[in-house]
């Protein structure tokens, strides 16, 4: 099989802390862009990410208006099998996230 770009969107209606949104495939993958979208006024999210030992915030984005877009990386993020991406949110949001998956 070869390898494949894959895209999800993820709606993560759940506030809170450590809603997981994206795991890693078994054989790892390269996350290639993660945007959140605000679908309401006063949105703070903080994105973890969790390679199995600590979960470690990577990025904050505070006081997102509704609509506002947000991309918490500036370059690609290789993950390595079942590492996670969860989310800290005070509102709901929308997740897209692009990735290729390895085979």
Not at 39 to 66: P, Q, W
Not at 70 to 81: A, D, L, Q, V
């Amino acid at each position: 099989m070869a390898n494949s770009y894959k895209t999800d969107v993820i709606e993560v209606s759940t506030t809170g802390s450590d809603v997981d949104f994206f795991t890693s495939p078994s054989g790892g993958c390269i996350v290639r862009d993660v945007m959140i979208y605000a679908k309401t006024a006063n949105t703070t999210v903080g994105i973890l990410y969790d390679d199995r030992t600590d979960d470690a915030r990577v990025a904050t984005e505070t006081s997102m208006a509704v609509g506002d877009t947000w991309r918490p990386f500036t370059t690609p993020i290789g993950m390595e099998g079942a590492h996670r991406l969860s989310v800290n949110t005070n509102e709901a949001v929308n997740i897209l996230i692009t990735y290729v998956e390895f085979s």
